[in-house]
């Protein structure tokens, strides 16, 4: 199930869907573990360039995942251009998922 305004909640990517949605319509994005299970079917950096393109400048991504895909979303966020952060959870350090914080920047110039 998905909602796109200027807010897009992916929740549910065992069967992919795709929208239609305008560049840089979304002001924050929140997919939750999509991009783990998305493994098997797709490349995430594929996955990640969409969201960019869909994000408007300013806008934010939080991606809550599993210790083993995080190092490479950060990786490719940082490659993007957004400006990254990883935290821990609730649940603490020892917790076996993440939240990826990103912003896209606005640019200047």
Known sequence: MAYITSFVKIRNLYRFTVFYVYVGS??????NYVLHFSLIRCNVSSIMLEMDR????????YIRDSLSIMDELLEIAKAIGWQATLRDTAEGPHASYRILVCDKLIPHG
């Not at 979304?26 to 997919?31: D, M, N, Q, R, V």
């Not at 869909?54 to 991504?61: D, E, S």
Request: proline residues 14%; glycine residues 14%.
């Open 26 to 31: 979304a002001s924050a994005l929140i997919p």
């Open 54 to 61: 869909i994000l408007r400048p300013g806008g934010h991504v």
